[in-house]
């Protein structure tokens, strides 16, 4: 049976936009706020310090100790010596260096990118991202929109550059079998990003499609619908591999 992850949001502020409009099947534990505690002010000291060494002087810290409880910063200074951390605090870095880029824009910028759902007898094709965000997870193929193109077309040249699959562009697209937007605001790290993301059934009999890890890709592979792991997908693509392949044509 395919897994199917079990979420559940622990807050304390039902009505925030970050919490009432995420997926409804997620389980809610609302909770009263503890003091002047704030896991997110938390989570960007440890961040936003020089390194690892400067977190574990913080976490030693009068303040430290004031606001996070003995075993937590225990597990916390024990968590910053980790490789885990160290590829965490890359990725905000980066994040934040992202969004100061666009800080001076006179209005909030909103990304538009396509992606690819593509499905070969029950087989999806993923890409491993060789960037951040997102370094080392599988993803679905995809990328940003050119300024002189259309999303078909922008979805299947980034299709052809990540995978280069053996298949020429009118094969790619007269395989597409439906398209859906995904728009929830908070769905990317990155900032307001709206996919158009497009149905491949390929449908072709014999063997799967030759491919090959190019562009923003460090490795490309086949993978069995059935055996997805939620846990190794960036952001939300296990999530809109699950509703395009269950609404689009068996």
Request: with cysteine; proline share 6%; net charge negative.
């Amino acid at each position: 049976t395919t897994p199917t992850p079990r979420i559940g949001l622990i807050m304390n502020d039902a009505s925030n936009p970050v919490y009432t409009n995420l997926d409804p099947r997620w389980e809610r534990v609302a909770i009263p706020s503890f003091v002047d505690i704030n896991s997110t002010t938390i989570r960007h000291k440890i961040f936003d310090a020089m390194d690892a060494t400067a977190v574990r002087a913080w976490l030693r810290g009068t303040q430290a100790g004031e606001e996070v409880s003995e075993h937590v910063i225990l597990t916390l200074q024990a968590f910053c010596a980790t490789t885990a951390w160290a590829e965490l605090k890359t990725e905000y870095d980066y994040l934040k260096q992202y969004r100061q880029t666009w800080s001076a824009a006179p209005y909030p910028p909103v990304f538009i990118t396509v992606d690819a759902v593509v499905v070969h007898d029950q087989q999806v094709l993923l890409i491993k991202r060789k960037n951040y965000p997102g370094k080392g997870l599988w993803a679905l193929p995809g990328g940003f929109v050119d300024q002189n193109e259309t999303l078909v077309d922008a979805c299947v040249r980034e299709l052809l550059e990540e995978t280069a699959i053996n298949l020429p562009a009118a094969e790619l697209k007269s395989a597409i079998r439906s398209r859906q937007v995904f728009d929830y605001p908070y769905r990317s790290a990155r900032g307001r990003t709206i996919t158009e993301v497009f149905y491949f059934d390929l449908r072709a009999p014999g063997d799967l499609p030759a491919i090959s890890a190019g562009d923003d890709a460090s490795a490309v592979r086949w993978f069995s619908l059935a055996d997805l792991d939620p846990a190794t997908l960036n952001e939300d693509h296990y999530f809109i591999i699950r509703k395009l392949t269950a609404t689009g044509p068996a």
